[in-house]
């Protein structure tokens, strides 16, 4: 890794550190010795993010990424590069100052990300990821710069969109932690007004929630700012972030669903949201905004419609036949049985949910892995059931309360052009 790698990580650690000590720490042992716990604690962690430098290291041998690390227990792992799903170079706001980037990769079954190498030079770590996509058969063959040369850039390109940062602002100015915004300020002001004094311990606490309630709208600006989407060839080409850029290669041929949200207060001014499952990564992080399966953070529907007929050539978005559950099913779902649909297009399958905020799943038939046929206890007295549609990222689509005849129909039929699908790409899977 690169020599400022342990700096990086000692700043890091000592945020960590501050935070842990907590508020009461400081209010009983005094600024003084809570500077002096926190320095002893970041240099202990800086001493040992050296020892893991200098211990950590990374070659490719024939098809395998092989990462050394560990100092009294070594241990090396081997990631088979045709595992590969997505390479993402990350760029904190340190390593921005110092001119260093994080590279990431998303493999087939990994329940993390997977050798997440920190730090190496930006000109090294776009080298190293044209490489491993290279040596993963995803993309020409990269040549590998001589020293004191710099890396050859990366190829641009066909520009698809670019996110206005306004309607980044304003969609998250729609959202209900904005609405709730005064309602919070009013409680902490009346909190002041009704008692006489407020310990430093209630003050933080208070400002702490707020802040907690605040952070997500602000760290999505954030982290989608100048959001651009490229295609070049067979992969996607995903940038995005303010202090911590992101730059992400998604091979189109690994994608799993496409994933349209409408939220609520977005529906007035006709904006949508698009996300990606990739076989990987889409399940198994828990933190949303390190999911990194953004398509299209805010945009109208025209430019949805250009994203998803890029992602899955030959689908439009508002041509997909969805029929609703028939009458019976609005016992189960009073009001949002309007809003329930699903159908099979030509070379997907869709199914719609959602009152409030309206979600439509698109799954190629390709990437369905199984289906399945559930029906719960009021479903089977109405004489309805669900058919869910499961691919490898995880989440899939689902049929919600048909009919049970039209269930066990729409399943077949799943699983017939699944199979039909696989066969005419190649893959000799049953």
Do not use: C
Not at 166 to 175: E, G
Not at 259 to 277: A, F, N
């Amino acid at each position: 890794m690169h020599p400022l790698s342990p700096a990086l990580h000692g700043a890091k650690s000592l945020v960590v550190v501050i935070a842990g000590l907590s508020w009461s720490t400081l209010s009983r042992v005094g600024f003084g010795w809570f500077a002096a716990m926190a320095a002893v604690l970041a240099l202990g962690a800086t001493v040992l993010a050296v020892i893991s430098w200098y211990n950590t290291g990374y070659h490719i041998v024939g098809r395998e990424l092989r990462v050394h690390e560990g100092l009294i227990w070594r241990r090396t792992r081997a990631i088979p590069l045709e595992r590969l799903q997505a390479v993402e170079v990350v760029r904190p706001l340190l390593a921005q100052l110092t001119g260093l980037a994080e590279l990431r990769l998303e493999v087939v079954g990994g329940g993390k990300t997977e050798a997440p190498l920190a730090y190496l030079g930006v000109a090294e770590a776009a080298a190293l990821r044209q490489r491993l996509l290279a040596v993963a058969g995803r993309a020409p063959e990269a040549v590998a710069p001589t020293a004191g040369q710099p890396a050859a850039p990366a190829p641009a390109g066909r520009r698809l969109h670019t996110v206005r940062n306004a309607d980044l602002l304003v969609s998250q100015l729609l959202t209900p932690q904005a609405f709730l915004l005064p309602f919070g300020v009013a409680f902490v002001v009346a909190q002041f007004l009704s008692e006489g004094s407020w310990s430093f311990i209630a003050v933080a606490s208070t400002l702490t929630a707020m802040a907690g309630v605040l952070l997500q709208p602000v760290r999505r600006v954030l982290d989608d700012w100048a959001f651009r989407l490229d295609r070049d060839g067979d992969t996607l080409r995903i940038r995005n972030g303010l202090l911590e850029t992101r730059a992400q290669t998604v091979p189109l041929h690994r994608v799993q669903t496409v994933g349209v949200t409408w939220p609520l207060l977005w529906r007035m001014k006709g904006w949508l949201r698009l996300r990606l499952e990739v076989a990987g990564y889409s399940a198994a992080e828990p933190d949303d905004r390190n999911r990194p399966d953004r398509l299209l953070p805010v945009g109208d529907l025209r430019t949805g419609e250009l994203v998803v007929a890029e992602v899955l050539a030959g689908v439009r978005l508002t041509a997909l036949p969805l029929t609703r559950p028939p009458r019976r099913a609005r016992w189960l779902r009073p009001l949002s049985r309007s809003a329930i649909g699903a159908g099979l297009d030509e070379r997907v399958f869709a199914a719609r949910s959602g009152l409030l905020t309206r979600r439509l799943a698109i799954v190629p038939y390709a990437r369905i892995q199984s289906v399945r046929v559930t029906q719960g206890p009021a479903q089977r007295r109405l004489r309805l059931a669900t058919v869910h549609a499961d691919t490898a990222g995880g989440a899939g689509a689902a049929a919600h309360d048909r009919d049970v005849a039209e269930a066990w129909q729409l399943a077949a039929e799943l699983t017939a052009r699944a199979h039909a699908a696989r066969r005419a790409g190649g893959d000799p899977r049953p």
